[in-house]
């Protein structure tokens, strides 16, 4: 499955991004999905997930309550990370892949990521 990510940008501290994730296919809407980051130097990790039928979603703590991630499983076919009140932390390549449930792992291969920055 390909997966194509897209909305990052230059953003300054307190600011917002919409970040959105899509695919072709039908399994994408059979599957959780899962935004990742990588920084600079540091391992790629999950900040947000959400379940196939978008009723459950997880962060983590980093990201609770500034991120909310959302999915369109109908002609969108599209998943979506809001992220508001951005700091430098935030700063990082952000990427978008499948799981088969809800806290699971990645089992497609990653995409080429959409880099975010935050400047002070």
């Known amino acids: 499955v390909q997966l194509q990510t897209s909305g990052g940008g230059l953003v300054q501290v307190g600011g917002s991004l919409t970040l959105s994730c899509s695919a072709s296919?039908?399994?994408?809407?059979?599957?959780?999905i899962g935004w990742y980051r990588q920084a600079a130097g540091k391992q790629r990790e999950l900040v947000a997930a959400i379940s196939a039928s978008g009723d459950t979603t997880n962060y983590s703590d980093s990201v609770k309550g500034r991120f909310t991630i959302s999915r369109d499983n109908g002609k969108k076919n599209t998943v979506y990370l809001q992220m508001n009140n951005l700091n430098p932390e935030d700063t990082a390549v952000y990427y978008c892949n499948l799981h088969r449930r809800l806290g699971g792992t990645p089992w497609n291969s990653w995409g080429q990521g959409t880099q975010v920055t935050v400047s002070s």
């Open positions: 296919g039908i399994i994408f809407s059979g599957n959780a």
